[in-house]
């Protein structure tokens, strides 16, 4: 980049405020996706101001800007694919205050998933969501993806706790959406439209989010079934009982034999399995609904039921089901698990008929496909087995990743049920949501006419889903 441009960025953040290294630029390439471009500047500012001062250079000078958060995003998104600014936001990274009384707690983008749970626990509070890359992931990142996990059955996704924010416009303006009250009202909900805006909208500096008590009790029942219809049938059935589960994680045979293969057999032998948390403010409604889970996975013809209260043991099959992702890499030498047709939601009553679907749709373009996922809310993952140097596997994959979306949206589902849209899923996204495509456009030209603010992405997608792939695919280039 520019020393001119360097040297106004400088005078905003101060020399280690930024890096144009180039090791720095090509691990800002990446993010949890199966793509990778390399960046010009990586800039890690402190405050809303700097990133107000930043985004007036940059809107000036007409140079793309892609936020990032924890780079664990699986779709692309934070991928800078025009180049230009990665304003890294690690550093904007503390709980700024918790009211309890008033049921909120302000925090800055930087602050990580897991941390702020941490600090929530002490007063007996907690944020739900609870995605997988918990670890990692911050809460900037999971507001721009609306991202959620295995509680959002029970409890909701990002976007239902998040009151209001602060974001910096692409022309450097401040502006502060929403309240810090349970109810509100006026006005359009700008706080809303930046939940799943995947930074094409503003940089969100700070988020005020709604507390919601932590229950008391939990406990948990693993499932084992034959076949994964009576497994999705099972989850039906308890929801119509009624029984909300705080979780129910579903895998398939796939799953469940590479994570046995791969870990020591956590999980028991089976066709597929659902693993069911209740939870509760006590032992007895706990018992009550953990009752009900056997009951209803018997009749439902599970091989075998195991109720735990133990909390090691619950823990054991929580990271069984964590490890499919990275366990999948047993099933086939020279092959590793991707991100294709990663996360999609269908309606509950459909998970069945999609999980045979998608195993069909496998079978018909020879990949090997695994299927899991928070179930009890419709939201299933799937994970490709490909050959990363094969331009065939990736043809075949895609082929297969297309008609799996496409099977989600005759179900009446989404391509996307929480990791957002970024490059991997566009061509998808803009089948679906067809008649919301030019409204899209119209709110992300009104606040970014410049096109600065992550461009070239979802509705504005145009390229071939095999270019800019981080896997060493020479066919493919
Ligand atoms: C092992 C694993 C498990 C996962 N499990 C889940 C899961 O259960 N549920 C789930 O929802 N997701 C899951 N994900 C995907 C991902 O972790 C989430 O979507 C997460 O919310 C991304 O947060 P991040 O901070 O890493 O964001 P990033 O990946 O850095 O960015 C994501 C998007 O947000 C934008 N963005 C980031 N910060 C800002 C900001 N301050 N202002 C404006 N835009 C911003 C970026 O430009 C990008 O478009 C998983 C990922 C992995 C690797």
């Known amino acids: 980049m520019d020393r001119r441009i360097l040297d106004k ?21 990446f993010d949890a996706s199966i793509y990778h471009h390399t960046p010009d500047v990586v800039i890690q500012p402190r405050t809303t101001e700097q990133v107000s001062e930043i985004m007036k250079i940059a809107n000036e000078e007409k140079i793309p800007v892609t936020p990032r958060g924890g780079g664990t995003g699986l779709c692309g998104s934070a991928v800078p694919l025009k180049g230009g600014i990665v304003l890294a936001m690690q550093k904007m990274n503390k709980i700024k205050n918790i009211s309890v009384a008033d049921l909120w707690v302000d925090v800055e983008v930087g602050v990580v998933y897991d941390d702020l749970n941490k600090e929530l626990s002490k007063y007996g509070y907690f944020f739900p969501p609870s995605p997988g890359s918990a670890e990692a992931c911050m809460i900037g990142g999971m507001v721009a993806n609306n991202a959620s996990g295995m509680r959002a059955v029970k409890y909701g996704a990002t976007r239902d706790f998040v009151l209001g924010l602060t974001f910096v416009k692409a022309d450097g303006e401040i502006v502060r959406a929403g309240t810090r009250t349970i109810k509100d009202s006026s006005g359009y909900q700008l706080a809303r439209l930046m939940c799943g805006s995947e930074g094409q909208l503003g940089v969100i ?10 229950p008391k009790k ?6 084992a079934f034959n076949d994964v219809a009576s497994a999705g049938k099972c989850i039906t059935d308890l929801i119509a009982k009624p029984l909300i589960p705080a ?14 293969k791969a870990r020591g057999n956590p999980l028991p032998d089976c066709d597929s399995l659902i693993i069911v948390e209740v939870d509760g403010e006590t032992d007895e409604v706990v018992e009550r609904d ?11 013809g599970a091989v075998s039921v195991k109720p735990s209260h133990d909390k090691t043991e619950i823990a054991r099959w929580t990271d069984a089901r964590k490890s499919v992702m990275t366990s999948l890499s047993v099933l086939k ?5 991707v991100s294709l047709a990663d996360d999609m939601g269908v309606p509950v009553s459909k998970v069945p008929e999609a999980v045979e679907a998608f195993a069909q749709i496998a079978k018909k373009h020879n990949v090997t496909v695994a299927t899991y996922g928070h ?23 895609i082929a297969a990743v297309t008609e799996i979306f496409e099977k989600c949206i005759e179900l009446g589902g989404t391509v996307s049920g929480e990791h957002g849209i970024g490059i991997a899923k566009a061509l998808d996204f803009i089948k679906e949501r067809g008649t919301n495509l030019k409204t899209y456009k119209e709110i992300k030209r009104a606040m970014d006419p410049n096109n600065i603010l992550n461009p070239g992405k979802t509705f504005d997608y145009e390229g071939d889903p095999l270019s800019g792939l981080r896997y060493p695919c020479r066919e493919c280039q």
Not at 218 to 223: E, F, G, K, T, V
Not at 333 to 337: I, M
């Open 375 to 397: 179930a009890s809310d419709g939201n299933l993952h799937t994970k490709m087995m490909l050959d990363p140097y094969s331009r065939d596997d990736w043809e075949r994959g």
């Open 247 to 260: 979780s129910c994680e579903l895998m398939d045979s796939l799953a469940v034999f590479a994570v046995n």
């Open 205 to 214: 500096t700070e988020v005020t989010l709604k507390l919601t008590t932590k």
């Open 218 to 223: 939990s406990a948990s029942c693993i499932c």
């Open 290 to 300: 953990l009752r009900t889970v056997a009951e209803v996975a018997e009749a439902n």
């Open 333 to 337: 030498p020279g092959h590793v698990s």
């Open 9 to 29: 960025i400088e005078k905003v953040v101060g020399k280690d405020g930024y890096s144009t290294d180039s090791a720095v630029l090509y691990i800002y390439g």
